[in-house]
């Protein structure tokens, strides 16, 4: 139902800022919850933030909250992650995700996944 592309990751010193997108095809991202989720080297994926269709926020922790910030653009059907004052433990693979469910945080309750931008931030 809904097909997801992120793209915008790359090399970053730390302390530097990117910009990551996440835009769909089929329905819009209004249907649904939009979450972003990370996974390093050899750790689980978990949960980074997520923007619903209503418009609230929920995020991993303060740190993160801090640096992090999602946004939408319903004209383009494109949800952004921008990240300020990146740190070495950063690093990893972004993957932005859609589910049905609002508040979604797990990645078992997220139906749909894009491919993955990688985030290298150097010290």
């Known amino acids: 139902q809904v097909q997801l592309v992120e793209s915008g990751g790359g090399l970053v010193q730390a302390g530097g800022s990117l910009r990551l997108s996440c835009t769909a095809s089929?329905?819009?991202?209004?249907?649904?919850?939009v979450g972003w989720f990370r996974q390093a080297p050899g750790k689980e994926r978990t949960f980074v933030a997520t923007?619903?269709?209503?418009?609230?926020?929920?995020y991993s922790s303060d740190s993160v909250k801090g640096r992090f910030t999602v946004s939408r653009d319903n004209a383009k059907n494109s949800v952004y992650l921008q990240m300020n004052s990146l740190k070495p433990e950063d690093t990893a693979v972004y993957y932005c995700?859609?589910?049905?469910?609002?508040?979604?945080?797990?990645?078992?309750?997220?139906?749909?996944w894009g491919q993955g931008t990688q985030v290298t931030v150097s010290s």
């Open positions: 923007l619903g269709w209503t418009g609230g926020l929920s």
């Open positions: 995700a859609a589910a049905t469910a609002f508040g979604a945080t797990r990645v078992s309750e997220y139906d749909y």
């Open positions: 089929g329905r819009t991202f209004s249907h649904y919850v």
